[in-house]
């Protein structure tokens, strides 16, 4: 099918179109024609049939009222002439009928031929007669006798003969104009192949190149101007690929650019509807790209100081800048730049950089040195009221003295090990610290810790219970680090239950060895249990003398282990502390 739309073939579809239109139109003109002819031939014979009908029959139609004779008059006129004959009288009665019973036959005064020949002195009409079912012509005449009209003669006659005529002229005309077309054919379809043959080349050849086939071209055939378009479509198309294939190499790499940056990129077009936007900007924003693609910057940014930056550089037609602090739906901190397109008045570039992280390092330093700053100044302020109170006059009182260094050296133990802990946690937080990995089993990691803390749970009134669980498979651990872990989380299990005990069990979950510590101490706080991991954080009613580094220095380590380390817990009822580490088969 796709042969039949070329070229070639809608030009020899069109050249046939119009000479069929043309022998159409001669056909129709030429029957129209014949069959005029015909009619008014055939019309003129039935009117001199029917006057001399009439003039033979005029003494019997004026004598009255019908009878046997004028209906064997009209058969045998109708015999003669090969025609249907009706005599009429002057009140539309029929008095003689060659085809019917004359008797079953309506009046006949209203038909327009009956009607025009009594006011012309002829009538003529052409009709189907449902009395002899097909098409006729029918002529009547008035009869007169001395001076009088007495009477109708009508003579009708089948139009099949008429139509036989037509439809033999149609057929002629028809066969001329198949062989004119299939003649008219070959000579153009021969005459077009060359020319067309080129045209259909570089049309497919368009096609392929629409399509992204870069590499379609043409073939010269011919040395006139089709060659030449040829030739310059091919130079166009080589221009055309080496373009394509640069900007899409460029696209690429600005593809790959914006989905890797970390920093937001977002474009608005004209009516200020989102065009681009990267998915760094995305997260930012809380939006996915494909929901915000089309949408209003105003129903994706939400933040009014943003949508604030973001109109007033549309309006003003400059770059704005500003600290974007996000509300409580979306906590975060951008620094936006928002700048106009060149070359497209309303378009804006927004640009995001989200100092979220850096905000909240921030304020992690000003915690970490205002802890470290607590944690040091009691234990130096202790030493510094000690020293004033021996140089006033206690050193004097070796009893009073030696209290005095006891405690002194006390808080210098305190600093010690605050700087220790300090220390440590750098060394494992910067990756420093080697952990001398194994594998170990569980049993070997939870046992010693436990029973060194045994004789304080005694003391403290308090339940130690180990429960591990048959068949625990190794674990890849460094003994002495994780030894540290459970040791710190069963210290403050111990610290903060008042009654009851701690249980501390082992057990496979998966992949993983979960090493959990339970108590029954005063729990923890909802809002606390979130950060009770950070450096030096001490949940509210914490009476522990320590610095706030123990959990943190035991996060550290687990993670270290490539494990993970949780906290659950009721306030009132206990906690929970949990360590999963991998499995070490």
Same mark, same amino acid.
């Given at each position: ?20 239109? =043309? ?16 009619? =008014? ?64 036959? +309506? ?5 327009? +031929? ?110 006139? +101007? ?10 166009? =198309? ?52 494909? +929901? ?194 459970? =040791? ?98």
């Amino acid at each position: 099918m796709k042969r039949f739309r070329s070229l070639r073939w809608r030009l020899l579809a069109l050249v046939e179109l119009a000479i069929l239109l =043309a022998m159409v139109v001669l056909a129709v003109g030429l029957s129209a024609m014949v069959r005029r002819t015909y009619l =008014a031939h055939l019309e003129e014979q039935l009117t001199v049939e029917a006057r001399l009908i009439g003039d033979a029959l005029a003494p019997a139609m004026a004598s009255g009222p019908p009878d046997e004779f004028l209906d064997a008059e009209a058969r045998r006129y109708a015999a003669l002439l090969d025609a249907r004959v009706t005599l009429i009288g002057p009140d539309g009665t029929v008095w003689g009928e060659s085809h019917e019973d004359r008797t079953q036959m +309506e009046n006949h005064l209203d038909r327009p +031929e009956v009607q025009q020949a009594l006011a012309k002195g002829r009538g003529t009409a052409i009709r189907f007669s449902h009395t002899v079912g097909y098409e006729m012509m029918y002529v009547a005449v008035p009869v007169e006798a001395e001076g009088r009209v007495v009477g109708i003669a009508r003579v009708a006659l089948p139009l099949r003969q008429v139509q036989a005529n037509v439809a033999r002229l149609q057929r002629t005309v028809g066969l001329m104009a198949v062989l004119f077309l299939g003649l008219v054919g070959l000579v153009v379809f021969l005459r077009l192949a060359p020319t067309v043959g080129v045209i259909g080349d570089l049309s497919d050849a368009l096609g392929r190149l629409t399509a992204g086939d870069l590499d379609a071209r043409v073939l010269p055939r011919t040395d006139d +101007e089709l060659g030449d378009l040829a030739r310059a479509y091919n130079r166009m =198309a080589e221009r055309l690929r080496e373009t394509i294939l640069a900007l899409q190499e460029e696209q690429a790499r600005l593809s790959g650019l914006l989905e890797r940056m970390t920093d937001g990129v977002l474009i608005t077009d004209q009516e200020g509807r989102v065009s681009l936007i990267n998915p760094a900007a995305a997260r930012m924003l809380g939006v996915s790209p494909q +929901e915000a693609l089309g949408r209003s910057f105003v129903q994706v940014a939400w933040d009014h100081r943003l949508v604030e930056l973001w109109e007033e550089c549309r309006e003003r037609g400059r770059e704005g800048v500003g600290l974007i602090e996000m509300g409580p739906r979306r906590p975060a901190v951008f620094y936006a730049v928002v700048t106009p397109l060149e070359g497209e008045e309303g378009a804006t570039l927004v640009l995001l950089q989200d100092l979220t992280r850096v905000r909240e390092l921030e304020t992690v330093r000003r915690d970490f040195v205002a802890n470290v700053s607590h944690e040091l100044r009691t234990p130096l302020a202790t030493l510094k009221a000690l020293v004033e109170t021996l140089r006033e006059g206690a050193l004097e009182d070796p009893q009073a003295a030696r209290r005095f260094l006891e405690r002194m050296e006390g808080e210098v133990d305190r600093l010690d090990r605050l700087v220790g802990e300090l220390l440590e946690l750098a060394r494992i937080e910067s990756g420093r610290a080697p952990l001398e990995m194994a594998r170990v089993a569980v049993a070997d990691i939870v046992g010693p810790p436990v029973e060194n803390l045994r004789p304080l749970a005694e003391r403290a009134g308090l339940s130690l219970e180990v429960y591990l669980a048959p068949d625990l498979p190794p674990v890849l651990a460094d003994v002495d680090g994780m030894r540290r872990v459970v =040791a710190n989380l069963v210290r403050n299990a111990v610290q903060f239950t008042p009654s009851g005990g701690v249980i501390v069990r082992a057990e496979r979950v998966g992949d993983e060895v979960v090493i959990s510590v339970q108590d029954t101490g005063v729990g923890i706080a909802p809002e606390d249990l979130p950060r009770i991991f950070e450096r030096f954080y001490k949940p509210r009613g914490s009476r522990s003398g320590g610095a706030g580094l123990g959990l943190a220095i035991a996060k550290h380590i687990v993670l270290a282990h490539g494990g993970r380390i949780w906290a659950e817990s009721t306030e009132g009822q206990g906690s929970t502390f949990c360590v999963a580490l991998p499995v070490g088969e």
